[in-house]
C-alpha cells in the first residue's frame, strides 16, 4: 500500500455498521486525521479486540468513549 504523503486524511464520520474491522481501521485512521474523527457504534470493537482502546491509550493515542 502506497500513500500520499501530500494528502493528509481530513476528519470523519464513520458508521461501523456493526463491523469491528471496520470500527478499529476507522480509529487508527482517525489518529492521521487533521481533527476529530468519530465512529459510531463502535461497541462492536470488543467482539475481536476488547482492550483496543487502551491498547492506543498505552500507545498515546487521545481517545475517548461515550
Given at each position: 500500500v502506497?500513500?500520499?504523503?501530500?494528502?493528509?486524511?481530513?476528519?470523519a464520520v464513520v458508521t461501523s455498521q456493526g463491523d469491528h474491522r471496520i470500527a478499529?481501521?476507522?480509529?487508527?485512521?482517525?489518529?492521521?486525521?487533521?481533527?476529530e474523527t468519530r465512529i459510531e457504534d463502535?461497541?462492536?470493537?470488543a467482539t475481536s479486540f476488547p482492550r483496543f482502546v487502551g491498547t492506543l491509550?498505552?500507545?498515546?493515542a487521545r481517545i475517548e468513549e461515550e
Open positions: 502506497e500513500g500520499q504523503p501530500e494528502g493528509r486524511l481530513k476528519p478499529m481501521s476507522a480509529a487508527v485512521l482517525g489518529l492521521l486525521a487533521d481533527g463502535a461497541d462492536c470493537i491509550r498505552a500507545l498515546g
